[in-house]
Every structure is written in structure tokens, then in C-alpha cells.
């Protein structure tokens, strides 16, 4: 492709930081600062796309509204408190703005209604607009027809029907429906998209001016019902709301489960192929993001995801990989092949675009620990676990016992084969760790003779071989020989080890650990995970900056007493935000967001971060 082909194609898509997103605890879209959604999946997270513009702008679909003249300022910002987006459009004839929001208005609501509304308002001045709006159901695969209704049109596919009813007159434009219409100071337009997902009786009530009004109020009230459950006074209140906001959009209410992103297929570089779908649950993600809500007070998320978790443990079977799987979909399936869209370009160039994730089947030991980890905090700080719970932990466990010294694929999902990485053997022993205190704390049975022996053997395995005396740091890998000392490789996981209780913040191996990092990894606040000249992952191309572990950073910073210096980490780290607070799952060489968006891993860790740096400045 020439050069001024690929520039006038990358001015097709949007950077991934110039979107907000929007959700109904379902599914979610990604609106664009320029008024288009290019990201929406009905009727959940990991369905297959409706509009997918954002992976292929040709092909993927969209909705778009925006003036027809020439628009001087875009803006996006958050209806205080809630998950209700604005975009605001400044031209030389006046101002509009969008609100774009999914309804939520009760919790666990059995008649809700799956549909995304946007209501157009003219601020000032005299205004035309455009709106087309352009599914391509099942990532741009499926046909669909047009058909007319009394209030508007409804797109009919294979597997899935959208009616759409507007307060404006819909033209048809082959299989879009497509509008102009202008708009006085004060005057408005309605739009209502409404996924058939069998539930609820439709009606028009959102093109009734009133009626979506009064949709709205119910929606800001819900959001802000649910935010005021945040126990956080801290320093960065707005900061850390707009996570937890995030973290709750990216809740499957009626599962309680917990994906990791709602996109898929966006690069970790631009043009690269390390393309992956984030939309399922990975236990690791979702067990940080239990104990992100468990500290700020979000004790009903806590327990739904528990619930979830207890049917994993229920149906928990040995195998290769382990009883638990490290990804599983929505619904608790682990089976989640991986499906190239040939179809689609990806993102600026971006392919293959892949759905459904190969890492379901690898061994990932850390899982565990991870797990368990959350488990005790829920049993200390929760409702606590019952009979059946205790018992499937006690049954993984002692799959646990007979595998953690064992390769693997640990935190990062390398695909170069399995090694003998030394965070996984550090959340072994977060594993046993926590089983031996809640046993204890609570009377509760297990065989802690073993258990305590086994705790102590992968402490000496961790400090005798995942410790570099030359380099003095601990390093990615145990060496294969205790006699001698393993490669000198860093991993930014292993800022984890005084978080999880592992070694005091103060041992001097630590403190020389982070002092390794700080000249190999960290980028002024910037942290990469590792560097994979040194450790080959099996992946062609290069990475960003993995924001979670620049949170770490942060809070590894803290805890080792050089709070200033934390401080201006966090700090530096917020203005990588987007416009509205959120994070991708990588930072870029010149700012830009890479990795699918938003992403939970990123958001908790900021949640994480910010409690304990407050804690330790007072």
C-alpha cells in the first residue's frame, strides 16, 4: 500500500482514545468524539457486532450523527456521576450536542429493555445535521432487510432484529436508514435503537419528548444510586469514580461476571498482530477487580461475582491445564476457539482481527493465587463463603499441591511454550497462603500440616532460584539449576510480591528489585512488562507500556516510602488518560492508547493504587 493510500485510510478511524464508552451492565458501544457509535455487540459483551466500524470503517457499520457543515470543536465529557456521555459539535452556525446513554433503571431489572438512545440538542444557533445509520450484523457477515414501522425502521437479520423509532422522518438508503433534518436553539431530536432480545413489550416512549426525558432522569438517578455506595475520600475522588464507573459498565449484571474489555481485535501496534478479543472473563482480571470493588464498598458486585466463581469451582475437572481455565465466556463456557474475520482490515491495517482467545487453554498457575486471594478478602471483608465453596477451594487446592512446581504460560499468556515463570510460583504460594489463614481464621478443615510444608518449600524454591545474587533482583524465570543463578531478566509482575504479602516492602531484595526496574522497565512513569528482546514471547512485532503495571509502579513506589515520588507517577499517569478518564490497555510511544479499550486490568490497578498511596501519605 502506498503511503498516501495508508494516510488517507487512517483517517478513516478515530485514535482509540478519542471514544467514550456507554453501557446498559450487558453489553456496551464506543462513541467517537465526531458522533459516531463504531463499536456496539448485541445483545452482550462477546455477541457478535453491529456496528464495527472502529475494526474495518468500510465494512464494520456504523451510526453516525453529525452537523453538515464544517465543525470547528469536538468535546465529550461524563453527565456528572453517571455513565451518561455527552459530545458537544461547536460550528460557525451554532452548537449541538448528543447524549448518548443504554437505559439502566433498576438493579437486576427482569423487564429491561435493551437500547441505546441518543437525543440530539441544539444549544445555540441554526444547525443541519445528517444521521445514517448502518448495521452490518455478525461482524459485517449477515444480511439483513429494511422495513418500515409507524415511528420508524426496523432491521431484520438472521439472528438478530433492531428497531429503530425516531421523533424525524427515516429514509431508506438501501439497507441504512438515513436522515437530514436541522434544528433552532432549544430544539431536539430523538433517536431509540432497540435490540429484540425477548424481554420487555416495545413501545415508543423514547421519541416522546417527555418520556426520554423522564428515561434519563431514571438512568442519572441509577448511576448515581449506585456510585453513592463508594466508601473512597481520597485525594483523587474523580479519578477513581470514573474507574469504578467503568469497572461496573463492564458487569454482565444478570451472570455477575466480569469481562476484561468490550472490545476486540484493537493492536498493541498499530499494524501489528497481537490482535486479541478481551470480551470474556478472565479469572485473574475479574478476581482484581473483585478486590478493586471490595475496597471501595461495592459488596453486591463482590457477591454476584462470587456466585459466578462457585459455579466454575462446582464444575471444576482435571486436565492438562488445570481444573479452573484461565478464560472463560460470559456464561462460564471455556471452550473459545479462535476465529479469524478475513473480512475485515482491522484497526488502521491492523489484522488478523480475532475472536474468541487460544489462552483458554493454556496453564496459567498464577490463576490461583489470584483467585484465592479475592476469596479471602471476600471471606474476610464480604458475606463470606459457605460450606460448598470451602470445599471446591480445598479440592483445587490440592490439584495445586501435586502442580504448582510445574511450567507455564503465567500472567502474560506468552505463546513461545511454557516456562518456569517466578510470578507463577509467587501466586502459589499466595494460594496456599490464604488457604492456611482462612482455615485458621475461621476454624475451618483442612490439612494445614501440608499445606504450611508446601507454602514453605515454594518460599525457599522463589528465594534460592528466582533470585539473581549478581544482578540482585528477583527475575522473570527460576533458574533450571539451584547451583546456579537464573538470567537476568525483569518482569514488572513482580512489583506484586510486597501486595500480596510475599516480602516486607523494606527487604533490601525488593527494594533492589525496584531499583532494577526503575532503570530497565520504567519509562519515566511508564512501566513495560518486560522486555521481549530478552525474553522472546513467541509474538512477532512490539508492544506499549502496559498500564497496569505503571499502576503498580505507583503503588510498589509508595509502599517503599518514596511517596513524592509515587505521587508524581500517579499524577503523570492521569494525564495518560483520554478526555473522559480512560485507559486502554497500553500507552504508545508518542501518548496514544493501544490494546483493547477501556480495559478493567488498567482501571482496578488505578483504584489499587490510589487507595494505597493515600493510605501512605496520611
Not at 219 to 239: D, H, I, K, N, P
Not at 249 to 260: D, K
Not at 280 to 290: C, E, H, K
Not at 504 to 526: H, K, Q, Y
Amino acid at each position: 500500500m502506498r503511503d498516501d493510500e495508508r494516510s488517507e485510510r487512517d483517517e478513516e478511524y478515530l485514535p482509540i482514545a478519542e471514544h467514550g464508552l456507554i453501557g446498559d451492565l450487558r453489553t456496551a458501544a464506543l462513541v467517537g468524539t465526531d458522533g459516531r457509535v463504531d463499536w456496539f455487540c448485541a445483545p452482550r459483551f462477546d455477541s457478535p457486532s453491529v456496528f464495527g466500524s472502529l475494526l474495518d470503517a468500510q465494512r464494520g457499520g456504523y451510526w453516525e450523527i453529525a452537523p453538515v457543515c464544517q465543525v470547528a470543536t469536538r468535546s465529550q465529557f461524563y453527565f456528572p456521576d453517571t455513565n451518561i456521555l455527552i459530545t458537544r459539535m461547536l460550528t460557525a452556525d451554532g452548537i449541538v450536542e448528543i447524549q448518548d446513554f443504554m437505559p439502566v433503571l433498576r438493579d437486576r431489572d427482569p423487564s429491561h429493555r435493551q437500547r441505546l438512545v441518543r437525543r440530539v440538542v441544539n444549544v445555540r444557533g441554526r444547525m443541519r445535521l445528517a444521521a445514517r445509520i448502518a448495521p452490518r450484523l455478525n461482524y459485517g457477515r449477515d444480511a439483513h432487510r429494511l422495513e418500515r414501522m409507524p415511528d420508524g425502521v426496523r432491521f431484520v437479520g438472521a439472528s438478530l432484529t433492531l428497531s429503530l423509532r425516531s421523533s424525524i422522518g427515516l429514509e431508506l438508503d438501501g439497507s441504512d436508514a438515513r436522515a437530514e433534518f436541522e434544528l433552532s436553539g432549544g430544539e431536539t431530536v430523538l433517536f431509540d435503537l432497540e435490540a429484540d432480545t425477548g424481554s420487555g413489550t416495545p413501545d415508543a416512549c423514547a421519541v416522546d419528548p417527555a418520556a426520554a426525558e423522564e428515561l434519563f432522569e431514571a438512568t442519572v438517578a441509577f448511576w448515581r444510586r449506585w456510585l453513592r455506595q463508594s466508601t473512597y475520600t481520597g485525594r483523587w475522588r474523580e479519578m477513581v469514580h470514573r474507574s469504578a464507573l467503568t469497572l461496573k459498565l463492564l458487569t454482565h449484571e444478570p451472570s455477575g461476571a466480569v469481562v476484561a474489555a468490550p472490545t476486540l481485535g484493537l493492536p498493541e501496534q498499530v499494524g501489528g498482530a497481537r490482535n486479541w478479543d478481551y470480551r470474556y472473563v478472565w479469572i485473574r482480571d475479574a478476581a482484581f477487580s473483585l478486590y478493586a470493588l471490595l475496597r471501595l464498598g461495592f459488596t453486591q458486585e463482590a457477591q454476584a461475582f462470587m456466585d459466578w466463581l462457585t459455579e466454575r469451582l462446582r464444575d471444576a475437572t482435571d486436565g492438562t491445564a488445570g481444573p479452573l481455565r484461565v478464560v472463560y465466556s460470559i456464561d462460564g463456557h471455556a471452550d473459545l476457539p479462535e476465529e479469524v474475520l478475513t473480512h475485515w482490515e482491522g484497526y488502521r491495517g491492523s489484522s488478523p482481527v480475532r475472536t474468541g482467545n487460544g489462552a483458554s487453554g493454556q496453564r496459567q498457575l498464577d490463576i490461583y493465587g489470584e483467585l484465592i486471594d479475592s476469596v479471602y478478602l471476600f471471606d474476610k471483608y464480604g458475606a463470606g463463603i459457605s460450606h460448598e465453596s470451602w470445599t471446591d477451594l480445598c479440592a483445587v487446592l490440592d490439584w495445586l499441591m501435586e502442580h504448582w512446581d510445574s511450567a507455564d504460560e503465567s500472567i502474560w499468556e506468552t505463546r513461545a511454550g511454557q516456562q518456569h515463570h517466578t510470578y507463577s510460583r509467587l501466586m502459589c504460594w499466595v494460594a496456599v497462603e490464604r488457604m492456611i489463614r482462612m482455615a485458621r481464621r475461621r476454624g475451618l478443615p483442612g490439612d494445614l500440616g501440608r499445606w504450611t510444608m508446601v507454602r514453605d518449600r515454594i518460599y525457599h524454591q522463589i528465594m534460592a532460584r528466582g533470585w539473581d545474587p549478581r544482578a540482585r533482583t528477583f527475575v522473570q524465570r527460576l533458574s533450571a539449576d539451584p547451583d546456579r543463578p537464573p538470567e537476568d531478566i525483569l518482569d514488572a509482575s513482580l512489583l506484586l510480591m510486597p501486595m500480596v504479602k510475599f516480602v516486607s516492602p523494606a527487604d533490601p531484595r525488593f527494594r533492589s528489585t525496584v531499583d532494577a526496574i526503575a532503570g530497565r522497565l520504567v519509562a519515566d512513569s511508564l512501566v513495560f512488562r518486560y522486555d521481549p528482546e530478552q525474553a522472546p514471547d513467541g509474538l512477532d512485532g512490539t508492544e506499549g507500556t502496559f498500564s497496569i503495571c505503571s499502576f503498580w509502579w505507583v503503588e510498589a513506589l509508595a509502599r517503599t516510602g518514596e511517596v513524592e515520588q509515587a505521587r508524581l507517577a500517579l499524577e503523570k499517569m492521569f494525564t495518560y488518560a483520554n478526555h473522559v478518564g480512560l485507559y486502554a490497555e497500553q500507552i504508545g510511544l508518542t501518548g496514544e492508547h493501544l490494546g483493547n479499550f477501556p480495559q478493567a486490568f488498567t482501571h482496578l490497578a488505578l483504584i489499587s493504587s490510589a487507595i494505597n498511596l493515600d493510605r501512605a501519605m496520611g
